[in-house]
């Protein structure tokens, strides 16, 4: 089996970092582990791709989202996008939705930021209130 220079460079890392738990995995055992790694990688992408097109709501459209944030964990910072453009130096994130049923629903948003300027930072942000969020004027 060739070992990929992936493998090796891991390896290497395992034995400077003195991973006890890790030291004994063979050259061959962790080229296993790179190319299961791989896979993992390849699916994930392809699962990703079937995944959006399975749950867009108009995947024959290349329309613009409005609002995108993902999260790539609960412990993660927010990836936030307006308008197709990434919004960077987040400071807060508000989303509330509301489906219509018996009551009159809605949707609100609220994403604060800063922006660099050429003599110091400002404070900025995009909102809607739309729905019962409009008419009820809670700030929260």
């Not at 582990?33 to 994930?44: D, F, T």
């Not at 392809?46 to 749950?55: G, K």
């Not at 400071?91 to 609100?108: A, L, S």
Request: with cysteine.
């Amino acid at each position: 089996m060739k070992i990929s220079d992936k493998a090796h460079f891991i390896r290497r890392k395992i034995v400077d970092r003195n991973i006890k738990d890790c030291k004994k995995i063979s050259p061959e055992q962790m080229e296993t582990i790179v190319q299961l790694s791989e896979e993992y990688e390849s699916w994930k992408v392809n699962h990703n791709q079937v995944d959006s097109l399975r749950y867009s709501p108009d995947s024959s459209s290349n329309k613009e989202n409005l609002l995108v944030i993902e999260l790539e964990n609960e412990t993660s910072v927010p990836k936030v996008f307006y308008e197709g453009e990434e919004v960077t130096l987040l400071r807060n994130i508000r989303f509330d939705w509301e489906t219509q049923t018996n009551e009159f629903g809605g949707t609100k948003y609220n994403i604060e930021h800063f922006e660099k300027v050429h003599n110091g930072i400002v404070r900025k942000g995009y909102g809607l209130a739309r729905g019962k969020y409009a008419l009820d004027g809670e700030d929260g």
